[in-house]
């Protein structure tokens, strides 16, 4: 890696966005949309020893009943989520100095606890989906080469015809959660699923203020699709690409969201706190 604008590093030899040291981070990292639930998660931690911020990314390292743990925000969408994982990947993969590649690569567990909107009316607010796969509507990953043999294509294109995709926008991808961290999530009670990736909050999860969507029953059409008996249920804005990426790496992930609003019933949620809060602890004890 010759060039100083491939791998950008600050003056104090830390990742660029993350302002981060490979030493700062554990290899199991809990990652937030919002940076104020950053300090929230930490507060569960029994000692921290790291806290650093730059930008929308806030990182708190500490321990929580002997096992060291990163909680890192993202910010929102999937361009943040290219930076995030990104260089999460270089401060345990690279040599920040050299540029060189390890030959034995560090493989990290990245965990996603965030909110979404659910799509079914049997997912009510307040309970939590744990994606089994993700769908991007985001197109990040056909910026990468090599992804073809992570991908679920004939979930994809089924939907793809289901919803008559039209061409002017980036062609669905859907990829599977860290089967490993699904098994080890799958006692808790959590409502397992298929999760769309939007790349917006408003007219991309079909919502209408003044301006119209390109499809006003998008809603309703993913309320209603099956795919050999799976379902999908809920919309967020960051797990397809930190699933895409994540497989390309050699990562592992997984995403659990709390539903805060049910965009069928209009049921939401205003004070979430307490309940991600347990979320956390779940998440916590097992990772």
């Not at 199991?28 to 650093?52: A, H």
């Not at 009943?65 to 929102?76: F, K």
């Not at 796969?133 to 990040?140: E, Q, R, S």
């Amino acid at each position: 890696m010759e060039k100083k604008t491939e791998l950008i590093t600050n003056n104090d030899g830390s990742i660029f966005h993350l302002n981060l040291l490979p030493g700062d981070i554990s290899n199991k990292i809990i990652i937030v949309g919002d940076p104020g639930r950053v300090e929230m998660l930490g507060s569960l931690m029994e000692e921290v020893r790291l806290r650093k911020e730059n930008r929308e990314f806030r990182t708190v390292t500490g321990t929580f009943e002997n096992t060291e743990i990163t909680v890192i925000s993202s910010g929102i969408g999937t361009d943040n989520i290219d930076i995030l994982v990104n260089e999460l990947d270089a401060l345990v993969n690279i040599d920040l100095n050299t540029g060189i590649s390890r030959e034995d690569p560090v493989s990290l567990t990245l965990i996603r606890l965030g909110t979404s909107g659910g799509l079914r009316s049997d997912i009510p607010a307040g309970s939590c989906v744990l994606a089994e796969t993700a769908i991007g509507f985001d197109g990040l990953l056909h910026f990468y080469e090599g992804y073809d043999w992570i991908l679920d294509t004939g979930l994809a294109d089924y939907l793809a015809d289901y919803l008559e995709w039209p061409d002017t926008l980036s062609y669905p991808y859907a990829v599977n959660a860290d089967k490993e961290l699904v098994e080890l999530f799958s006692k808790e009670n959590f409502t397992k699923g298929i999760t769309i990736s939007a790349p917006g909050f408003y007219a991309p999860q079909g919502r209408r203020l003044r301006l119209e969507t390109f499809d006003n029953e998008i809603n309703s059409k993913l309320a209603e699709f099956t795919y050999m008996g799976r379902t999908i249920s809920n919309y967020e804005m960051e797990s397809s690409a930190i699933y895409g990426l994540s497989a390309l790496l050699g990562h592992k992930a997984l995403t659990i969201c709390l539903v805060i609003g049910n965009r069928v019933t209009g049921e939401f949620v205003q004070d979430y706190k307490p309940l991600m809060s347990d979320l956390a602890l779940k998440v916590f004890r097992q990772i």
